[in-house]
């Protein structure tokens, strides 16, 4: 395995609250393409699902954003593009991914967000990018790093809310 975990963050935010998280979505927004892999890392109420709620509420999405705790995944059509949103947390077993058919989404017409995605360790697709949040007090910290070389020219691209 490639292991880059010790590495600089291209971008470190500070997230003082529900809202700013939210933002940190909303902003990468833009460099979503079709087949981009962003990995969410971080322990159980980090923020990875607020984050991923702020990303598609700025992509226009306008209905609730249910965490995919117990459905795996969760699928949005959006006019620009279809995002994938995983969550992996309850496997027992990585092969739990294969089962269930989910390679499927990846490297496909959609952006896939994955929660949890070392549970799913090897089969689940590397990350393009992976977004690192941590619990700070009552507030969070993210680390935006890139995986691969479209996941670092992606983040070149991602103008960071104050
Ligand atoms: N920057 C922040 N400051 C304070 N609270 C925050 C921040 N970002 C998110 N939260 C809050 O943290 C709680 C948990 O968030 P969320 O469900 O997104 O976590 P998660 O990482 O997806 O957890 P899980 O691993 O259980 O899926 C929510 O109540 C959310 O409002
Ligand atoms: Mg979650």
């Not at 902003?27 to 109420?45: E, F, M, Q, R, Y």
């Not at 700025?58 to 969760?74: C, D, Q, R």
């Not at 994955?114 to 009552?138: C, N, S």
């Amino acid at each position: 395995m490639h292991h880059v975990s010790d590495d600089n963050p291209r971008l470190c935010v500070a997230l003082a609250h529900t809202a700013a998280t939210e933002a940190l979505g909303a902003a990468l927004a833009p460099v979503l393409a079709p087949g981009l892999v962003i990995w969410l890392s971080g322990d159980l109420g980090a923020g990875k699902t607020t984050l991923t709620r702020g990303l598609l509420r700025a992509l226009g999405h306008t209905g609730s954003v249910k965490s995919p705790t117990y459905t795996l995944i969760e699928v949005y059509t959006l006019s620009r593009i279809s995002l994938y949103h995983f969550d992996f947390y309850r496997f027992a077993h990585a092969d739990e991914f294969l089962e269930a058919g989910l390679d499927e989404y990846f490297g496909s017409d959609g952006a896939c967000l994955v929660e949890w995605a070392d549970k799913a360790l090897p089969h689940v697709t590397p990350a393009d990018i992976e977004i690192r949040l941590q619990v700070r007090g009552q507030a969070r910290q993210a680390e935006l790093f890139g995986r691969s070389a479209r996941g670092r020219e992606c983040l070149k691209h991602v103008v960071p809310p104050q």
